[in-house]
Nanobody, 120 residues
Framework: QVQLVESGGGLVQPGGSLRLSCAAS????????MGWYRQAPGKQRELVAS?????????ADSVKGRFTISRDNVKNTVYLQMQMNSLKLEDTAVYYC????????????WGQGTQVTVSS
């Protein structure tokens, strides 16, 4: 029901900034929450930030004050973005866009992932 296409990853020095974008093409039912997850080598995938259709926002403690999530709805496409500032070495991971619908009919969709590497 939702096709997710991510962009914006790359290589940045510590203290630098990146902006991730995700375009969600919706056919049928809309997601009720969208967010960004990340997975570092050897670690489990973790929630970074999420935003609901009611604009309720949640951040992982490790990124509060540094990352900002936002969304815009344009016709049948939702544009999800995350501004990442003051990047740290430990932010290095593959970042995945996620869309979920938590009321029937429920679903979960994932993007293909985009690599973020923070290195000096």
């Amino acid at each position: 029901q939702v096709q997710l296409v991510e962009s914006g990853g790359g290589l940045v020095q510590p203290g630098g900034s990146l902006r991730l974008s995700c375009a969600a093409s919706i056919s049928g039912f809309s997601p009720t929450v969208m967010g960004w997850y990340r997975q570092a080598p050897g670690k489990q995938r973790e929630l970074v930030a999420s935003i609901t259709t009611g604009s309720s926002i949640n951040y992982a403690d490790s990124v509060k004050g540094r990352f900002t999530i936002s969304r815009d709805n344009v016709k049948n496409t939702v544009y999800l973005q995350m501004q990442m500032n003051s990047l740290k070495l430990e932010d290095t991971a593959v970042y995945y866009c996620n869309a979920q619908r938590r009321v029937a009919p429920t679903f979960t969709s994932w993007g293909q992932g985009t690599q973020v590497t923070v290195s000096s």
